[in-house]
């Protein structure tokens, strides 16, 4: 029983395609997060989510839209990849904004 | 910005306690210590946080000092799949931070037989 799944694991695509990862946490929690670990291995916060609501946009191009359709969803849809989108993008979630986060295994992006 | 110190690498025997330090001078009264790894291709994973008061749980021990301007994490009985990046966080506990940890470089622990 994973707690916070995300798919696909890998993700192979071509520059200008549109292309969704799911993340679904099984917890109960109130807050989901998306971050990005980039080739140099730095983790970075780009969304927050608390009940369904933004309350982090962190200077993120807005060709990335976060969807939370419920509190145990929160999908990432990006819109005409670059190849600096490559990145593994991790999904996470809390039952407390901001304390002990449980992280997804990861979503690894290759834009050719 | 990480607001934290850690040394890049570090190395312990199998069975041996595992001390990794953490600078975090710069510390506010509100913030709170985060210790999380990452085991390679995996996602990060929390390990301990701790205010003021020294802390254990199943995984580890964290010891702050009294000025709060470090802490140490102590992995009692290291094993090989203790091996990974450990991150040492300080972030305000609660709604005000809204999850926004800021993870350094972290120190690669490196457990060998």
């Known amino acids: 029983d994973t707690a916070v799944s995300q798919t696909p694991k890998y993700l192979v695509t071509q520059m200008g395609n549109d292309k969704s990862i799911k993340c679904e946490q099984n917890?109960?929690?109130?807050?989901m997060y998306w971050y990005k670990q980039d080739s140099k291995k730095f983790l970075k916060i780009m969304f927050s989510?608390?009940?369904?609501?933004?309350?982090i946009n962190e200077t993120v191009p807005n060709r990335f839209s976060p969807k939370s359709p419920d509190k145990a969803h929160l999908n990432l849809h990006i819109n005409s990849l670059e190849l600096g989108d490559s990145a593994v993008y991790f999904c996470?979630?809390?039952?407390?904004?901001?304390?002990?986060?449980?992280f997804g295994s990861g979503t690894q992006l290759s834009v050719l | 910005d990480a607001k934290t110190t850690q040394p890049p690498s570090m190395d312990c025997a199998e069975g041996r306690a595992a001390n990794l330090p953490c600078n975090h001078s710069?510390?506010?009264?509100?913030?709170?210590v985060y210790w999380y790894r990452q085991i390679h291709s995996q996602g990060p994973q929390y390990i301990i946080h701790?205010?003021?008061n020294n802390e254990t749980n199943e995984m580890a021990s964290l010891i702050i000092t009294e000025d709060r301007k470090s802490s140490t994490l102590i992995l009692p009985h290291a094993t090989l799949r203790d091996t990974a990046v450990y991150y040492c966080?300080?972030?305000?506990?609660?709604?005000?931070?809204?999850?926004?940890?800021?993870f350094g470089q972290g120190t690669i622990l490196t457990v060998h037989p």
């Open positions: 996470a979630s809390s039952q407390v904004a901001g304390q002990k986060l449980f």
């Open positions: 917890l109960g929690h109130d807050t």
């Open positions: 989510y608390n009940n369904k609501e933004l309350i």
């Open positions: 710069t510390i506010s009264g509100n913030e709170y």
């Open positions: 701790g205010l003021k």
């Open positions: 966080i300080v972030s305000p506990a609660g709604g005000t931070s809204y999850g926004k940890l800021t």
